[in-house]
């Protein structure tokens, strides 16, 4: 029987996030003769069910490089939670009745929710609602359990990398230490991967307090070994032994969860404090997020978006589809979102990174 598949995009953009989208698209057409339909800035499209649109191949055609989502998204709207404004002060209402009335009268059988963490979690409220939901793990930080990679992470490793090839150049000519901020608010796989692609001398990651003091040691010995130079790479969220993560905005109302940054400035002012040296920052941001996917995420997010629909065919709902060693498989969602992947302090990429002579800040 023809169905129709709605499809959305939640949480913070990432590259690949197109790839998946043609794929539902193409393989819900191609393969089945079904109908899809795009939901416009993640969950908040269904509140307003006019933004939906039929998605066709038409509608796909030449997406596969575009970074970014053609349907928009956002990482505020939270229909268990959704802010509203009354009488001057913002309340949190539960609208979850209305976006499964809403999924009904646009005549969804089948609701593709491509999204990291926290947008999963919603679409497993969903599921629990009774709305037929299947996952596909979406984020650059890589940190979705049950998966070995989210597509994004690859293209934002290769930003982050290229950044410390060209940090590298200009910190050895002018003798400074380089500090580079990239992200990872809980988990810092850019910041550890990157920094081993790219011959970092320090990784600060959110799993392994650091100590300054030794971060200092071990630019000294390194100028000491005629190295007069250091480059130094820190996950946003890592933060000193005894003290917490720098934040560049508090949480209010609209923005349940606080907005990291600085700790790239933070450590350069304390190593200035404590050597005669030149420290330098760059804060890479949201360059890691934009841009066109790597080649290993256009093939992951394709092969996510097929997947997503032949779960839809077999009514493998709330599971997400997943990547593990070479094979998509599917896991329930609920097993995804408990935890968080985060890097193990005592794992194999920690220990090759010290292996190299990378310092951890331990
Ligand atoms: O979850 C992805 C992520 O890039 C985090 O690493 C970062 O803390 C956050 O999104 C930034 O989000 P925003 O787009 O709201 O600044």
Redesign the pocket.
Known sequence: MAKTIGILTG????PGLNAVIRGVVKSAIIRHGWRVIGIEDGFDGLLNPAVCKPLTLESVRGILPRGGTILGTT?RGNPFSYPMEQDGVIIHADLSDKVVANIRELGIDALVAVG?EGSLKIALELSRKGVPVVGVPK???N?LRETDFTFGYNTALETATDALDKLHTTAESHHRVMILEV???YAGW?ALESGIAGGADVILIPEIPFYIDRICTAVTRRSARGSRFSIIVAA??AYPSGGCRVVAQEADER?TIE??GGIGQFVAKHIEQCLDMDVRVTVL??L??GGSPTTFDRALGSRFGTKAVEMVADGEFGYMACLKGRTIISVPIEDATRDLKLVDPQGEIVRTAEDLGIMLGR
């Open positions: 949480g913070g953009d990432c990482n990291g984020t650059i930080d940190d992200m990872g608010r850019i946003e969220g923005q907005r990291l941001g949201h890691q997020r």
